[in-house]
C-alpha cells in the first residue's frame, strides 16, 4: 500500500526556519518525482517544489526559490524540505505528493512540478503556521 505521510509542521515566527518530512511507505522513491505543495484557506493547492529521485535535480516556484530547499535520502525512503526566511504568507497546509510517470527528461518534469493533477499519490498534510 503506497502511503505518503508529513511531518514537522508548526508553528514559528517570522524569520525562523523549519524542515519538512515526507516519508514514504508501501514503494520505494527509486524513479518516483516527489513534489511539495501548500494550501492556504480559501486559495488554490500551490506547488512549491519537486526533486527527481532518479538523478536528484530539483525544480522551485519562483515564490519560494532561494528560501525552501528540497532534499532526499533514498536509503531512508524520505524527501525533506528546509524552509528558511518564513513568512506569514507561507502559512498553509504542506502536502507531499508523488508519482513514478514522468520519466527523467528535466523539461517535462519542469512542466509537470507544480501541478496537482501530475501526481498519484499524495500525503495528508501537516499544518505550518507563522506567526508573531
Known amino acids: 500500500q503506497v502511503q505518503l505521510v508529513e511531518s514537522g509542521g508548526g508553528l514559528v515566527q517570522p524569520g525562523g526556519s523549519l524542515r519538512l518530512s515526507c516519508q514514504a511507505s508501501?514503494?520505494?522513491?527509486?524513479?518516483?518525482?516527489i513534489g511539495w505543495f501548500r494550501q492556504a484557506p480559501g486559495k488554490e493547492r500551490e506547488g512549491l517544489s519537486c526533486i527527481s529521485t532518479r538523478d536528484g535535480s530539483t525544480y522551485y516556484a519562483d515564490s519560494v526559490k532561494g528560501r525552501f530547499t528540497i532534499s532526499r535520502d533514498n536509503a531512508e525512503n524520505t524527501v525533506y524540505l528546509q524552509m528558511n526566511s518564513l513568512k506569514p504568507e507561507d502559512t498553509a497546509v504542506y502536502y507531499c505528493?508523488?508519482?513514478?510517470?514522468?520519466?527523467?527528461?528535466?523539461?517535462?518534469?519542469?512542466?509537470?512540478?507544480?501541478?496537482?493533477?501530475?501526481?498519484?499519490?499524495w500525503g495528508q498534510g501537516t499544518q505550518v503556521t507563522v506567526s508573531a
Open positions: 508501501g514503494f520505494h522513491l527509486d524513479y518516483y518525482a
Open positions: 505528493a508523488a508519482d513514478y510517470r514522468w520519466g527523467p527528461n528535466p523539461n517535462v518534469i519542469a512542466a509537470m512540478f507544480a501541478v496537482p493533477g501530475a501526481y498519484s499519490y
